[in-house]
Structure formats: structure tokens, C-alpha cells
């Protein structure tokens, strides 16, 4: 089928179904789904344990090593990673990314099921957290100077419901409530001289409390609901409540009358959160998936703007993240700067082709991105950063194949066509070529695909919408251009009249220029191979120079402080360095806001925000500012202020674009003795603070903590019949209070805490006063007549991975500095560190991340090369050729390497995006030329002649699709995009190099390797 004849002939069908598409572009630009970043779902989770009172090595001996046998057999777990520090175990999981999630979710919580009665009595959990793939679209603080806990929770709640009336909003979660607790506290001579030791609360307070259902009484008529009395309804009766009888008169004793009973908050909570060094409670707002972010955010902050009205004096809204905002400016400036392409590719064309076939070959462009917009909601293909991009790299490659056409059709006019012969043959001839060239340049985008983990989902729009967008171009340059051609050629244009001479037409003096040129490289072949061989190797020593990175900093008015005190600090004490370091922050007039997090992790409010779980000696502050260089200044000022408060480790940490990394140098040692994996990490610490390019260094097991031991008299308690059970829940109860039931207010339970007054425990000795009671005797005795207390000095945290100890040592890189080059200097010398038998040692962080990605990027590079050989051998039929074309890849990266060495940019995954894009322009241009010589060498043309003639015929199209690709990446590389910007200037310079490696050494090469018989014999010859 004649495809460009038949639009020429049912034009209205073929104007209708691009019509018909563009509508619907515009109508999916208009409701597609808009984010700052892809969607990834993370295929990691964590397990949470608490276990009261526990050393880190008894975390590490009863909890997390029982629950990682337990769950590490299973066949999708790849990676297992925990920290077992005093009171808390937390396991870390990673499982096979093309796996169901939740399914393998459910199996890990099976497995911990399955042995949950082997864990400590006292422990609260273990409990997976597996919501660690939503990124909180907008954080929304209530805060005020004098601020009530509970109306901060009423107001909180209030906005919530209204929020979670948007449609597009999934969820919001709400932070920083300060939870409450029913005190029942007594003295030690009250626990000493009455029976309600811990095992006796528990056991009474929650048989009164259990909520047990009466049942259903079945009549004839009915089924009756039989509802007893169950939990406790208000504070009276708890108080009220018997517990034992009084050996003085016989009469009930009631708690009320024995011990204090308060409803109040916990002191200290658990997790604080501060607005500008305000009491706040935040709203973290999520969006649905499929959704427009930027609608959401309009929609919520109208809503938070009308709540606004409605606080109390003195209460104020802060928006501390605010996603759609970002959405909406750095989409808008994606659009300004494919709008910005647009008009440089049509200027570039108008220069060189023409207005009339300008105007022609640009109206491909909008119409190839909205048939694109069309496709892409039903490949579920958001609107973001990785796909705008896509957009923007193909923006060049798209008029190629529309300039190819519109060429030639020009060239067949000038020799004397008709106007329908010429539109309809100037298409019908390059079909083949222009689909071949169009596969080849898909196939060198399209593996990317298979790319595995989350890396692959990080990028996964771009191959498509490259596809999308560049098959459409092609559809367009057979059936849109060759109908347009012939609309705008038809009027103005002399007809050709019978009996006139069609003179040939003079070559221009660019075509002659070319044609000297070309002569000349013929002939001094040898000339031209010592070029490329020097030009290979100089690209080569020059690619050293240009380092390696893993993915850049972003360009953004927010960066994060994370504050650690040593292991063991209380949360008070944390607290108290984080509002010191938030004071400092605030003090700068650059600075618009601050949350500060004590006691966890932020929440992941940005992709590649690691989230930090439960943890007193931890305050993160997200610090927002005027501008993007404000950032950039603020945390090169407050890296040495901060380093210098002492008794804190204090890192200030820009956003990275991709994926999370803990620091850019990294080293991990496995061993058993903790003391031993601390001794090593010092030795490579000491090894990377003499390196000029690391900032800090630290390990993640922290200092030694203070602890007590208690040592108790075997033979002193069994004849007491008190057990080791007894005397640690006597223990908690005099130390942080020993949960022993809940009761339940507006459906939300809160715990009741039986504890001794703080007042009477002032010295760890005091501890020893408490009684522990017997169950089996009923003797209630002081713990110091049964065991004695002594400090000792611990490790307050361990660290395991595979299943082994295994300690981490972090380094962090001054401003400026690649991990790459500093693992260079330092990695030799940290080799030769001895290890003792049954010690390793690794390389993590960047390095390791790098090598992952650049090899699966490899793979994905070498299926490119094999599918693009596949495609040359198929179309051309012989080795020799496709060999030819392929060999000239390498030589387009020249170009690339090049940009980078000038821009001062390193390679990092952006810039191997541009080196693939590089190697599809250039096939698809040697792919048109091989098509064009042997066409003419069929046509009887001279070999050399035809090789000339066919750079002739290219020259043209060639000069201008470098041009408007050149064109239309201007934009992206001056807008300094830390994600695309190398990408940009790598192709601009390919670009530039790689036209001269088409129009001169590929024909070089191709003569000097293809030799052709003349057509007679053609079919004699053998194919090679």
C-alpha cells in the first residue's frame, strides 16, 4: 500500500484522524496526572520492635536475631540489614522488585507470627512498616508561641476531614499529637505494703476491661443482643475500682484511695514536633495516584486558607512543603523550555530551509507531542520530570524525519516531477530508510526499559515517550508532510509545459565546498583513520577528566539538618541541641521556615529522602529558604558553625536527585567482636579526614553508652519463689511505668501506666527500693535485699547485615567534590588495612550504587548495540554494512565527552541518557545516506561518485536536524537543570561532532569497506 498516496487522495480521512488526536492531546495535557517526580513503589520495609529496659546486645540476642532467622529463608528477601540498640529493634528489608509487595509483606508478617511467643513478654510488636513507597505531596504545621496540646489536636482533626474531601487526596496522616496516659502512681512504701504489684494491675485492671460481648439470646421473634458491662467509661470508676481488702479493718481498698490517678500527657513524648521553634502538629497530604498534584494543591490551600479564618488568636497555618507549588514552577519551566525549542527549531529551520518549508516541517513538531499526550494516560505515563525531558530530547529528532521528506520532494521538483509525483514519490521512496532510522533510534532508548529496581521505574517514561513521540513523527513525515507539501506547494509554483527543458540545477557552494571536501578525504583515506584513532584516544584521556558521579544535587530552597547525641541520649537532651541548632538556622534572614523533628526521621517528603525510624539520640530539621542559591550558600555557611557545637554530630545535607543514598563514600566491615569492628572503622576514618575532599567521617554504631546491671542473688530469690520476670516488670514500673491497660475516650485508647512517683526515684540505687512480688508466694520484697546494681559501659548500638555484625563508616564530600575521585585516592590505602580471620570488607555508598546502575546500564547498552545491529543487518543484508554504520557509534561519543569536559560537568546517568541519544542520531543519519549511495550505485552511478553525491543529497537535511536539535536543547542546557543539564550539553556537542563524523568519516569508512560490483555482476557477487 502507497501510504503518502493515499493521504494525497483521502486527504479529509487523514486530516480527521490527526485532528481527531490532537483534541485529544489537548484534552490530556489539560487531565493528565502531574508530579514532580515518577511514581516509584520501594521495595523496602522495615520491622519495629520495642523491647522496655533492654541492653542493645539483649535487643540484638531475644528480638532481632530470633526475627531475622525467622523471615531471612524467605526466597524473595534480597537484602537485611538491622539495628539493635537499648529498647529497640529495627529490621530493615528489601525484596525482589518484580515481586508483589504486599503478598511478600504478608508472608514476612506470617513468619513473625510464627514465633512471636519466643520473643520477651515485655516487648510491644514486632510491627512491619511497609508505607514507605508514598512521598508526602504538602506538609501543612499548626503552630502557635503558647500553643494547648489538645486544641493543636482538635484543630488538627478538624482540618484533616476537610482535606480528605479533595478527590485527588489519598491520605493525611497527622504528626506531632502528644499522646496521653493515665498515671497510677504510688509511692515505694504503697507497692511495698500493698498487693498491686504489676502482674496483680494487670491481671485485675484488664478483666474489668476487656470488653468482652454478652452474647445473643435466640427467641422466636427475634435475636436480642445481650450488652454487660464491660470497659471502664470515665476516670471514677477506675479509681473506684477494689484491688485489695485493708488488713486493718476488713473493708475494700480502692485504687483512688491508695494511689494517684491522673489523666495526662506523657512526659517525655515519644516524638516532638516544632514550626519555628513552635509546638505544631503537621498534616502530611498524599496524593491519589493518576491524579493532578497541581489541582490537589490549589484545592488544599483554598481549603486551608478558608480554616484559616476560623483559629484561635495566636494559632497560625504554615505550609512547610508544598509539592504542587514546585510541581507548578519546575513543569513551567519545562513547558517555557519546550516552548522556547519549539521557536528556536522553527527560527534554525527558517534560516536554512525556507519559511514556507519551515512552517511546513514545524507543524510536525506540535502535533508529534499531542499525539503523544494522547497515547501516554493509557501507558499510565505521568507528566514529569523524567518524561518532560523525554520530550525535549526528542524535540530535535523529530523534524528529522519531516526535513528528510521535504527535501527530497524539493529535489525531485528540481528535476522536473510533477507536484503529486514529487510529494508522493519524495515520501514512498524513503519509507524503508526513514523506518529504519526511526527503529534505530527507538532500539537505542527502548532497553532502558530494563532496567531493574527502582532505578527502572525512575526512568521508565523517558523510553516511552521517546518512542511515542518518534513514532509518531514518522507517521507524520509519510502521510501530514507529503499532504501539506502539496497544499503549500501548489499555489505560487510554476507548471511544467511540454517540450520544456528542465535544466539542471547548479550545485550551491556549500554542496561544492562538500564536494572538494569529499575528493580530498577519498583519497587521502589514510589521513582520515590516524584523525579518528588520535581523536578516539584523546576522548579517551579526556573522559578521565571528566569524572563519575551518581546523580546531582538538586537545585531546590530546602535542605535538611540531622543532628545525632550519642547512643543512649534521652529526648530531652536531643531536644535541647535541636532548638539550639534550629535557633541558629532561624537567625538568618534567608531562611522562610523550619520543621524540627526530634525523636524520629522527617517523612519522606522527597524521593530520595531515606527515612529515618524511632530514635531519642535523632532531631531532623527540614530547613526552607528564599531561594535555590540561598540553599546552596546557607549550607556551605552552616556546615562549620554546626560541626563545631560539640557533643552532637551535626550534617547538613543537600537533596539529591534519584535514589537514596546514606553517604557518597562508604566502607562496611563484618565481624563478631564489636570492639574489634570499632578499632577498624577508626583506622579508616583516620584515612579519610587526611583526604582534602571529605568533609567529616563517622561509623554508624556511635560511642559506648552508660548502663546498669543488675546482679542478683539466685539462691536469695528462689527461696522467695520471686522470678526474673518479676523483678524486671517491678523494674519498669519504677523506671518509665509498666503499661497495663487502656482505656478508651472517642474510640481512641490511651494507655494505663503504673509507675512510681519520680520524686522517690532520684539515684539509679533507688530503683533497688521498689518491690518486686511473687505470684507464686505472694511475698512482696525490696529488690536490694535480692540483687545489687552496677554501672557498666555498653554498646548502645548494633549493627547487622546478612546476618552478621557489621559496622558502617560513613564519609561525607566537601561541596564540589565527586565520591568517585576521593574513592580513588582513599580506596588503596584502605585496602591495606589487615583484618583479622573472619573479618570483611566492602565498598558501599555511591561507589557501590554506581557500579550497580552503570552495570545494569551496560547491559542495557549492549542489548542497544545488538538490537541495532539486528535492525542494520535486516534492512542492509549484509555484516559489512551494519558493521560499518555501528562502528561510527563510538566515534559520535566523542563529541559527547567533549561537553562535558567544557561545561564541567562529570558523567553521571543523565549524560549516559545523551551518549545513547547521540548513537541513535547518528545511525539514523548513516542509515538515510547508506540508503541513499546505494540507490544511485543501482542506478548505475560511479561508486565514488555515489558516495559524494549521497552526502550531496544529505547535506542539507543533516546540517538542519543538527541545528534544531542543537536548537532545542539550548534551553535545557543554560537553564542549569542539575538532572538533564549534562544530558543537554553532551548532545549539543555530539551533536556538533557527530555531523562531521556522517557527512565525512562514515562515507570514508564506507567506501573504503564496501566495495561495489557494477549492477550487471551485482548478483554474481558474494554476500559477506
Known amino acids: 500500500m502507497n501510504i503518502p498516496e493515499f493521504s ?395 526535513i528528510i521528506v521535504v527535501d527530497h520532494i524539493h529535489n525531485l521538483l528540481d528535476k522536473g516531477h510533477e507536484l503529486w509525483d514529487a510529494c508522493v514519490k519524495g515520501a514512498q521512496d524513503l519509507i524503508m530508510p526513514i523506518l529504519g532510522g526511526t527503529i534505530a533510534s527507538i532500539l537505542a532508548f527502548f532497553p532502558m526499559l530494563l532496567l531493574p529496581d527502582e532505578m527502572g521505574a525512575y526512568i521508565r517514561s523517558l523510553p516511552w515517550v521517546l518512542t511515542l513521540s518518534l513514532g509518531a513523527s514518522f507517521f507524520i513525515s509519510i502521510t501530514i508532510t507529503p499532504l501539506l507539501a502539496y497544499g503549500f506547494m501548489y499555489f505560487g509554483r510554476k507548471k511544467k509545459t511540454e517540450g520544456s527543458e528542465i535544466k539542471e540545477k547548479k550545485k550551491s557552494f556549500l554542496a561544492r565546498g562538500y564536494e572538494h571536501l569529499m575528493s580530498f578525504c577519498l583519497k587521502a583515506w589514510p589521513v582520515i583513520i590516524i584523525f579518528v584513532a588520535l581523536s578516539i584516544a584523546g576522548s579517551a584521556l579526556l573522559f578521565k577528566k571528566t569524572g563519575v558521579s551518581f546523580f546531582p544535587t538538586a537545585e531546590r530552597d530546602q535542605f535538611v539538618v540531622e543532628i545525632w547525641t550519642p547512643e543512649g541520649s534521652s529526648i530531652k537532651n536531643t531536644l535541647s541541641y535541636a532548638t539550639k541548632v534550629d535557633e541558629i538556622i532561624r537567625r538568618d534572614k534567608r531562611v522562610v521556615s523550619t520543621l524540627t523533628v526530634t525523636g524520629n526521621g522527617l517523612d519522606r517528603f522527597w524521593i530520595a529522602l531515606k527515612p529515618e525510624l524511632n530514635a531519642f539520640n535523632l532531631a531532623q530539621i527540614l530547613v526552607n529558604t528564599k531561594s ?181 563508616v560513613n564519609g561525607y564530600t566537601k561541596p564540589g567534590v565527586l565520591a568517585d575521585d576521593v574513592m580513588k585516592r582513599i580506596f588503596p590505602q584502605v585496602k591495606k588495612i589487615s583484618l583479622p580471620s573472619g573479618y570483611d570488607l566492602t565498598v558501599e555508598g555511591e561507589e557501590k550504587e554506581r557500579k550497580k546502575t552503570f552495570g545494569d546500564l551496560t547491559i542495557v547498552f549492549g542489548v542497544t548495540i545488538f538490537a541495532l545491529f539486528f535492525v542494520l543487518v535486516f534492512q542492509f543484508g549484509t555484516l559489512r554494512q551494519a558493521l560499518v554504520i555501528l562502528g561510527s557509534v563510538p566515534l559520535a561519543l566523542i563529541g559527547g565527552v567533549i561537553g562535558l569536559v567544557v561545561t564541567g560537568n562529570s558523567f553521571g546517568f543523565s549524560a549516559f541518557v545523551g551518549m545513547i541519544a547521540l548513537a541513535g542520531v547518528v545511525i539514523k543519519n548513516a542509515v538515510v545516506w547508506v540508503d541513499f549511495v546505494e540507490t544511485a550505485v543501482n542506478e548505475g552511478m560511479e561508486y565514488r561518485m555515489a558516495v559524494i553525491e549521497a552526502g550531496i543529497a544529505r547535506l542539507r537535511p543533516i546540517l538542519l536536524t543538527a541545528a534544531t536539535t542543537i536548537g532545542g536543547l539550548i534551553p535545557l542546557g543554560i537553564s542549569r537543570d542539575a538532572m538533564w543539564s549534562p544530558m543537554a550539553w553532551t548532545m549539543m556537542f555530539g551533536l556538533a561532532i557527530s555531523t562531521v563524523l556522517t557527512l565525512v568519516i562514515i562515507p570514508v569508512f564506507y567506501f573504503l569497506f564496501i566495495r561495489h560490483t557494477p549492477p550487471a555482476v551485482k548478483g554474481k557477487e558474494a554476500v559477506i
Open 8 to 402: 494525497l487522495k483521502k486527504p479529509t480521512v487523514i486530516l480527521m484522524i490527526f485532528l481527531g488526536l490532537s483534541v485529544w492531546g489537548i484534552y490530556s495535557y489539560k487531565t493528565i496526572s502531574r508530579r514532580e517526580d515518577p511514581k516509584i513503589d520501594i521495595s523496602f520495609a522495615a520491622v519495629l520492635t520495642i523491647y522496655p529496659g533492654a541492653s542493645a546486645a539483649e535487643v540484638e540476642h531475644k528480638v532481632t536475631k530470633p526475627i531475622e532467622e525467622a523471615i531471612q529463608s524467605l526466597s524473595s528477601i534480597e537484602e537485611i540489614s538491622s539495628v539493635s540498640k537499648s529498647n529497640v529493634s529495627m529490621i530493615f528489608l528489601k525484596v525482589n522488585y518484580n515481586t508483589n509487595f504486599n503478598q511478600q509483606w504478608d508472608q514476612v508478617r506470617a513468619r513473625i507470627d510464627s514465633i512471636r511467643k519466643n520473643l520477651p513478654s515485655t516487648v510491644d510488636g514486632p510491627k512491619v512498616i511497609d508505607d514507605f513507597g508514598d512521598v508526602v505531596g504538602m506538609i501543612i504545621s499548626i503552630h502557635s508561641p503558647n500553643s494547648d496540646p489538645k486544641v493543636l489536636e482538635k484543630l488538627s482533626d478538624q482540618l484533616k476531614n476537610k482535606i480528605l474531601a479533595v478527590q485527588s487526596v489519598g491520605k493525611v496522616d497527622i504528626k506531632g499529637k502528644w499522646t496521653e496516659e493515665i498515671a497510677i502512681e504510688g509511692g515505694l512504701d504503697d507497692f511495698l505494703n500493698y498487693d498491686f504489684g504489676p502482674i496483680k494491675a494487670q491481671q485485675l485492671l484488664n478483666a474489668q476491661n476487656m470488653g468482652i460481648p454478652g452474647g445473643v439470646r435466640h427467641t422466636k421473634t427475634a435475636d436480642i443482643r445481650i450488652a454487660p458491662p464491660t470497659e471502664y467509661s470515665n476516670l471514677l470508676e477506675l479509681k473506684n475500682q477494689v484491688f485489695a481488702v485493708s488488713k486493718d479493718n476488713g473493708e475494700a481498698l480502692r485504687i483512688g484511695q491508695v494511689f494517684d490517678v491522673k489523666r495526662r500527657y506523657a512526659n517525655p513524648q515519644n516524638m516532638y514536633y516544632n514550626t519555628n521553634g513552635e509546638n505544631s502538629v503537621v498534616l502530611n497530604v498524599t496524593m491519589k495516584t493518576g491524579f493532578d498534584i497541581t489541582k490537589m494543591g490549589r484545592e488544599v490551600r483554598g481549603i486551608v486558607k478558608d480554616f484559616e479564618k476560623t483559629l484561635p488568636l495566636g494559632y497560625k497555618i504554615t505550609f512547610l512543603h508544598d509539592q504542587p507549588h514546585h510541581v507548578d514552577v519546575n513543569l513551567g519551566g519545562f513547558i517555557n523550555n519546550l516552548l522556547q525549542s519549539l521557536l528556536l527549531v522553527a527560527l534554525s529551520m527558517a534560516l536554512l530551509l525556507g519559511l514556507r518549508s519551515s512552517i511546513l516541517v514545524s507543524l510536525g513538531l506540535p502535533l508529534a507531542v499531542l499525539v503523544s499526550l494522547a497515547i501516554m494516560p493509557m501507558l499510565k505515563i505521568d507528566l514529569e520530570r523524567a518524561s518532560v525531558a523525554a520530550f525535549i530530547v526528542a524535540l530535535g529528532m523529530l523534524v528529522d524525519n519531516s
Open 628 to 808: 535555590n542559591k540561598a540553599t546552596t550558600e546557607l549550607v556551605d555557611e552552616l556546615k562549620p558553625v554546626l560541626r563545631a557545637i560539640p557533643g552532637a554530630r551535626i550534617i547538613v545535607k543537600q537533596l539529591l536527585l534519584g535514589i537514596a543514598i546514606d553517604a557518597p563514600v562508604q566502607f562496611k566491615i563484618y565481624g563478631d567482636d564489636v570492639n574489634e569492628l570499632r578499632r577498624l572503622s577508626t583506622e579508616i576514618q583516620k584515612i579519610m579526614v587526611k583526604d582534602p575532599g571529605i568533609e567529616t567521617a563517622r561509623d554508624n554504631f556511635g560511642e559506648n553508652s552508660l548502663g546498669y546491671r543488675i546482679v542478683l542473688n539466685e539462691e536469695k530469690a528462689l527461696k522467695t519463689g520471686i522470678t526474673r520476670a518479676e523483678i524486671a516488670m517491678a523494674l519498669i514500673t519504677a523506671n518509665n511505668g509498666l503499661p497495663v491497660t487502656n482505656y478508651r475516650m472517642d474510640d481512641d485508647p490511651i494507655p494505663v501506666v503504673l509507675k512510681v512517683r519520680d520524686s522517690e526515684i532520684k539515684t539509679p540505687e533507688d530503683l533497688l527500693r521498689m518491690a518486686a512480688a511473687s505470684s507464686a508466694t505472694g511475698a512482696r520484697i525490696p529488690i536490694n535485699t535480692l540483687a545489687s546494681i552496677q554501672p557498666v559501659w555498653e554498646s548502645g548500638l548494633i549493627n547487622r547485615d546478612r546476618g552478621r555484625r557489621a559496622i558502617t
